[in-house]
């Protein structure tokens, strides 16, 4: 059987601060830990908790550094939707942590395919992650790989599928002005990571969880292949896990 262990929180509240402590004790016992992180809603209390621990507790962000998952391509960084600029406001902004250390994919980048070789190379340098941060999508999306008949294993550009297209519209004006693609880490760079920590949040992802408890792996759900890892902690509320 894998090796995933289920966290099961009664909301949602719950979940990012069961979240939060994983994270709060990475920093603490490697002051200078290499930590992946992640955009869209559900990690929002995650780095709420995070900043308020960083205020109120002096948990120190120095020497910390970070590499997110994902960023749209061509995307600019101070754009409003950048992922950049959601980590900057989020989370990077309210701790202690040095801007020069904190990485996202280059977004403008002139030719993408460098892009994606360069923050492969220079995650490698950093000696990898330590603590890798995931969400799904409902279609079991990791990062921006989506379901398929095969999955790129490294950093790379893909096309986004439509579901994704319509579920991120939300946050731009319609949704012929979402970027068709994106640079994502690939299942590989993923897997590298020495310990992951997936948090999945309400009703509409059960379906994921579900395929998340089987014992089988598939590129058309991508979170499947979490099990091939020695170390990943799903946090879920409820909802989630009970559908």
């Known amino acids: 059987m894998h090796n995933i262990q289920w966290i099961v ?3 949602y509240e719950q979940l990012s601060a ?34 308020d621990r960083c205020r109120r507790e002096g948990l120190d962000f120095s020497r910390i550094t970070t590499f997110n998952l994902d960023e749209y391509y061509p995307m600019q960084p101070d754009h409003p939707q950048s ?14 942590i040095q801007s020069a250390h904190t990485f996202v994919p280059n977004g403008a980048a002139a ?26 999508g409902h279609n079991g999306h ?15 550009v893909t096309d986004l599928t439509q579901r994704t297209l319509q579920a991120n519209a939300r946050f731009f004006n319609s949704i012929d002005e979402v970027p068709r693609r994106a640079i994502t880490m690939g299942m590989g760079t993923i897997l590298k990571a020495r310990a992951i920590v997936c948090l999945i949040a309400g009703a509409d ?25 020695a170390n990943v902690t799903v946090i879920c509320d409820r909802k989630a896990y009970e559908g």
């Open 18 to 51: 069961a979240a939060g402590h994983i994270f709060e004790r990475q920093i603490i016992e490697k002051p200078g830990s290499v930590l992946g992180l992640a955009t869209g809603d559900t990690p929002l209390g995650l780095y709420d908790f995070l900043a």
């Open 142 to 156: 990791i990062g921006f790989n989506e379901p398929g008949d095969r999955l790129v294993a490294f950093t790379h």
């Open 205 to 229: 992802k059960h379906p994921v969880v579900e395929a998340m408890q089987t014992d089988w792996i598939s590129p058309a759900c991508p979170a499947t292949f979490l099990k091939l890892h």
């Open 9 to 11: 929180c009664e909301d």
């Open 111 to 136: 030719d993408p395919q460098a892009a994606c070789r360069n923050y492969e190379a220079l995650l490698d340098r950093m000696g990898g992650i330590d603590l890798q941060l995931l969400g799904v």
């Open 83 to 96: 992922y950049r600029r959601f980590m900057n406001e989020h989370l990077f902004s309210r701790v202690n």
